[in-house]
């Protein structure tokens, strides 16, 4: 059944543009008759617009976005959008670090901007992208069913996450590929393990049955904004929401709370969380008994837990040197802590410790948790938290001693 597309003009595609770009992008060509788009008709124009001729207006072929995805395929774009994914390109603006950066950081898309870019993007976002990267950036769909061919079997191999999700705070393929899971996966892809054999990629437990909304239960910051029960928790919960800035001392909602809810780096309800976690259960119990995929999940729960007590405790230790005024507090700071969003302009060892261990340690010993990967939860992660947080303490002692002795000579 051949796809129903937009109405546009549809140009002669072999005597068009197919006779022009054979000569100046074969690759491009060659990957399109491969697709399942030159078997549909479906031809240049109806994704880039019939605007282009000439070597001459290059500049008039559109970008293609997930909204000229959706025109065909309705259901995957709409779960895209409600998706975080769609939300990466808002959740990188939202960072104040992402507009300290250099303009050569920028133009070239190569520093967070290169796996940011595939959110939806405004218009005046596109425009100001288009400006400085002469086209690039525009990636969406196409950033995991890679142009020209879209491949709906390359989107389903784990590698097609790899791109992305490696290295520094999110070694997601680093801790898959190492993991049970990924090691079978990996042997099953070179044939030494036969195709019936249960090995789930990063799709498998993240995409569930093709679904493209790719949520967790934790989301990307583990933390939540209705915990009950455990009062400790919950304490040391706070205490990492307000050096997020989220909340402010009482406990309020900060504007940036605002734009953080908008963008679902973290879950906002316990309802929302609960729902989650039960789609993640679903998705275990395909190989796993019930007993051990829920004893698994509550281990990343309990790692959580662990390490937002030393986060807590970090955290209040470097507050209380602002507070105390023996570290001078970086300016704009409304509240006693430092600003986990805004890393680069912690000048201080003791401040940037503490950043790292949030923005790297933290991560790594939860996500390697979830991850099956026992060398990032404890090695990585949860052994390099529990350092960092003795060097911080000790830190805190030799800078009041510092003070104290300036305060005597002077």
Known sequence: MKLKLPLEKKWNIKKECVTCHESVTPGIVSDWRLSKHSKNEVTCSVCH????????????????????????????????????????????????????????????????????????????????????????????????????????????????????????????????????????????????????????????????????????????????????????????????????????????????????????????TDAGWKEERKKMLVTCTQCHSVTFAEGELKKGDRMIRKTDLLMAEAIRAVASLYEDGILERPKGYAQPFPDFMAPLKGPKSIELKLWRMFGEYRMLAFQGVFHANPSYAFWHGLGQMEQTLSEIKEMAVQLRKNAGNDAGTG
């Open 49 to 268: 617009g019939d605007y282009h001729s000439s070597d001459e207006d290059i500049e008039k072929a559109r970008p293609v976005t997930p909204d000229r995805c959706i025109l065909c395929h309705q259901v995957q774009g709409d779960q895209f959008k409600a998706g975080k994914h769609a939300q990466a390109w808002r959740a990188m603006k939202a960072l104040p670090a992402a507009h300290w950066k250099s303009m050569s950081s920028l133009e070239g898309l190569k520093d967070c901007e290169s796996c940011h870019r595939i959110g939806i993007k405004s218009t005046r976002d596109m425009r100001e992208l288009l400006k400085k990267s002469a086209g690039f950036g525009m990636a969406s769909c196409d950033v995991c069913h890679t142009r020209h061919t879209f491949f709906k079997k390359e989107a389903q191999q784990p590698q097609a996450c790899q791109t992305c999700h490696n290295g520094g705070d999110h070694p997601q393929w680093e801790m898959y590929s190492g993991s049970k899971h990924g090691v079978r996966q990996g042997l099953k892809q070179m044939g030494i393990l036969p195709q019936s054999t249960s090995a789930p990629t990063c799709q498998t437990c993240h995409m569930e049955k093709g679904n493209h909304e790719v949520q967790t239960a934790w989301g990307f910051l583990a933390v939540r904004l209705e915990m009950n029960g455990d009062k400790e928790w919950v304490a040391a919960s706070k205490t990492i929401l307000q050096a997020l800035r989220l909340v402010d001392p009482d406990g309020k909602p900060t504007p940036r709370m605002t734009v953080m809810k908008r963008i679902e780096v973290f879950r906002q």
